[in-house]
């Protein structure tokens, strides 16, 4: 078998649980967007041009309350900022690719695939380990298709009071359950929460991800340079 | 703007918020204290997702008592914890879920 097939297998294997909570995520995704007014075909056209839940779900959020296009484009890019960071991290590993992976890449450049990725990345030195990020997120990409679809197709036959919405924060607590076990995370964690929960009534936008997330890393450098210094 | 043109723009700011460092930086500026920093991205990021679906109700008020999920949160966080495993931390938390809103 070809190395880098493994190596798309293995981004497949690993991302594999993590896709369990976005079948319920697509589902209510196809649903929502077809209460609120859009057609299945654009319905569709979200899911494959955006390719991000969260997006997807913001747009549809704040397009239903009746936002201007700006507020919800703008919006859409405050809820989007964390791929700065995401890319960022990734960008070293990839930094040798040509320009047509690049963009492969950063299409399919999620959360799920990056938390995988992000780990296998530390580990491998094999010069095309980026097949892992592409395995993980063509994965997504099938599940996420095919779940908008059929939640256009069953629309509300799924009843919303099992509270499927609650898998998406379960999700994001299992990709951090390595870091509960270490102290400077766990004080990351908590400030970065506190300031999303605290402001996100009152940071503009949609923005409080990227403003707690600037605070939990801000956080990070402070504490990482002071157990050095002891 | 029609529902199209609105899309094409999401997807737009999408894709560029994920292009954008891949394509900037050079893996020459990195260093050692640069990546101990960014190692933190996940912790940093991820909690701003889960605290406010958890401690949040559907008009963005703190709702801290009769709140399921965040017991949920807590028993699913334990089994993480313990069990190290991404699929035991999730079914944990859905079916602690459930169990408090369908039985108890």
Known sequence: MNSNFKIFLKGIIDVSPLMIPVVPFGLIFGILAIDIGFTPLATMGMSLIIFGGASQIVLLQLFSGGASSLVIISSVGAVNSRHLLYGAVVSEHVSDLKLFWKIIISYFLIDQAFARSNEYFKKSNDKNKYFHLIGGGVTCWVIWQTTTFLGIILGSAIPEKLGLSFAVPLTFLALLVNDFRKMINVIVII???????LGYNYIPYKAYVIVAAFAGLFTAMILTKIIKKI | M?????????????????????ALLKKEMFNDRIREVLSYVPSAIFPAIIFPAIFLDNN??????????ILAAIIAMGVGIFSRNILATIFSGLASYWFLIFVV
């Open chain 1, 191 to 197: 400030i970065s929460g506190l300031v999303a929960t």
């Open chain 2, 2 to 22: 029609s529902d199209w043109a609105l899309i094409i723009y999401c997807g737009l700011i999408t894709f560029l918020t994920r292009f954008s460092m891949i």
């Open chain 2, 60 to 69: 963005g008020l703190i709702h801290l008592e009769n709140n399921p999920k």
